[in-house]
Nanobody
Framework: QVQLVESGGGLVQAGGSLRLSCAASGRAFSSYTMGWFRQAPGKERKFVAGISWSGGRTYYEDSLRGRFTVSRDNAKNTVALQMNNLKPEDTAIYYC?????????????????WGQGTQVTVSS
């Protein structure tokens, strides 16, 4: 199995930036497609961004493309989410997840492993 631990969340003002990191432990990290999701209070968990096992393909929720960038470093077993020009509506708990399914899926039920989440709060 794979264990995932997110870090890098915090409190920022609108327009600020944060870089989230997901550290993975376990075998064959490079064979997993990785995704970032977020969940605001009272709302369902939603897809943010995904990246293929090689890092050669990325996919973003349409409204986030251009502000958020996902990357991975398989040598370090880490996945990052760079978030720029943050807005109050970005406030949520952010989770990283892993799946062996081919392609990049937006569905939470397609992911096998999840981190504990890290809180991102953006003030007006």
């Amino acid at each position: 199995q794979v264990q995932l631990v997110e870090s890098g969340g915090g409190l920022v003002q609108a327009g600020g930036s944060l870089r989230l990191s997901c550290a993975a432990s376990g075998r064959a990290f490079s064979s997993y497609t990785m995704g970032w999701f977020r969940q605001a209070p009272g709302k369902e968990r939603k897809f943010v961004a995904g990246i293929s096992w090689s890092g050669g393909r990325t996919y973003y929720e349409d409204s986030l493309r251009g502000r958020f960038t996902v990357s991975r470093d398989n040598a370090k077993n880490t996945v990052a989410l760079q978030m720029n020009n943050l807005k109050p509506e970005d406030t949520a708990i952010y989770y990283c997840a892993a799946t062996r399914t081919s392609g990049i899926s937006e569905g939470t039920n397609n992911y096998d492993y999840w981190g504990q989440g890290t809180q991102v709060t953006v003030s007006s």
